[in-house]
């Protein structure tokens, strides 16, 4: 198996994503727009080769495939990610799974491991939890 062996700090900010995404063992089309999204917008992406998106999404799932796999992609995320991003990379795992208005236990158990993993408090993953679910919240149907 073929897994690449690190990430720049945007290549960890996809695979969280993406690996939020593919928690449930669903990607959905609406968490798929979200992540191509949050790419093509936020600051943090500027100058990013989306190309890489493909690459870094396969290094995902074969880390999925493989024993202790989560714990090897988390790993390679820490070790990515520049001091103060680790709630940035929580907030756009949160966004992801609530795209799509459906939170699965699979997603949530996932968040759960990475807000963990990442060393984000209690209070300020609530905070962006609450902030995921606000900018996600949908109308009720007429």
Known sequence: M?????????DALVAVMVATSAADEN???T???VITRIIDTLPVF???????VKTV????????EV???IEALLGLVREALP????ETAY??????????????????EFLQILRHDLGVGRLAGAAIERGARARFQRLPAE
């Not at 073929?2 to 945007?10: A, I």
């Not at 500027?46 to 890489?52: H, S």
């Open 83 to 86: 001091e103060g991003f680790n």
């Open 31 to 33: 968490e798929l727009l």
């Open 91 to 108: 907030a756009l795992a949160c966004d992801v799974a609530a795209a799509d208005g459906n939170v699965k236990m699979s997603e949530l």
């Open 2 to 10: 073929d897994v690449e062996h690190s990430f720049s700090p945007q």
């Open 57 to 64: 999404s396969q290094s995902v799932f074969d880390l999925f």
């Open 27 to 29: 990607l959905s089309t």
């Open 67 to 69: 024993e202790d796999g």
């Open 46 to 52: 500027a100058g990013y080769d989306g190309d890489r």
